[in-house]
């Protein structure tokens, strides 16, 4: 059973240069109780996709087309009040550095209880009690919600923040780089965390990474961004071990693995493009070792080439099998 469904998302930024083409008709699923990584360069849309579906973009942000579909509800279709609803209660987001969001001169627990308050009717001995329960959740301590943001590590009011994505029971939580700032234990230990709130509460997430070795941990699928549009969506086997895209297998071998073994990481060569004015056909085709003619005259279609798993390449037919980890 789908959770969220966006189907054919367009987002724009307003810009005095023009607008900015950040999400360009991407469409995914997220499962009831699974994991959706999304991946991709700095700058290829995620985050956008992200505030797309929880409507937190900025101010300049505005969604052109398609239809974002939460537990049965178009979202596109609501006004702000009933957004206001859903978000919280349906849907919630832990930022990336949220941790360092926390009011340093409240104690975590009141944060959290207060949060519940104003989305709950309940009284406020129930708002601290869901207060401790969250905590248990988290595997932090109960006896420390009176604690104040500098009393906890990095890693813990991580665990602070996540307990508030929890607090009113959403069925999908968005985690947007959610241990990037955190070190390599501290990361692992977090994303156990996601893993096991996930069997626990039947979950659904949403991670969205670069780190691409934390989505073959974590993800049961993938869908990898670049300049807007998805590239390739799959399961996470697949992806992995059978990319049908050369932009996911470049991706693959420009990040370290931290399972199987080691191997000489290779840069992709260039840089995202503009937004503002994308190239034209593939977007991906100046950095592309395998651009031919078409690829910079007409845009490929997104299709399913293998059952659940789509791509967009004029030659994934030809790359079929060729293209290893780190290709090009
Ligand atoms: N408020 C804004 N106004 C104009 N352009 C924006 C705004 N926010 C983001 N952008 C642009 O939209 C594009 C997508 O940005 P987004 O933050 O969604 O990317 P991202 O994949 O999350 O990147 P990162 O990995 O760095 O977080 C980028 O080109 C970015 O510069
Ligand atoms: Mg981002």
Known sequence: MPILEVRGLVTHYLTMQGPV???????????????????????????????????LLPSNGRIIGGEIILDGEDLLKKDESELRETRWRKVSIVFQGAMNALNPVINVGEQIAEAILEKEEVTRDEAWERVRELFDLVELEPGRVKEF??????????????????????????????????????????MELMKSLQSR????????THDLSVIAETCDRVGIMYAGKLMEYADVGPIFKRPLHPYTSL?????????GEKRPLKFI??????????????????????????????????????????AACHFVDELRGTLSIGDG
């Open 21 to 55: 083409e950040a999400v360009s008709g991407v469409s995914f699923t997220v499962d009831e109780g699974q994991t959706l990584g999304l991946a991709g360069e700095s700058g290829c849309g995620k985050t956008t996709a992200a505030l797309s579906i929880m409507g």
């Open 149 to 190: 943001p500098h009393e906890f590590s990095g890693g813990m009011r991580q665990r602070v923040m996540i307990a508030m994505a929890l607090a009113c029971n959403p069925k999908l939580v968005i985690a947007d780089e959610p241990i990037t700032a955190l070190d390599v234990i501290v990361q692992n230990q977090i």
């Open 201 to 208: 509460m039947n979950l659904s997430q949403m991670l969205i």
């Open 251 to 259: 991706l693959i071998g420009a990040y370290p693995s931290i399972v």
């Open 269 to 310: 060569p260039g840089a995202p493009p503009n937004l503002i004015d994308p190239p034209k056909g593939c977007r991906f085709h100046p950095r592309c070792p395998y651009a031919q003619e078409i690829c910079g005259r007409e845009e490929p279609s997104f299709l399913e080439e293998e059952p659940g798993h789509h």
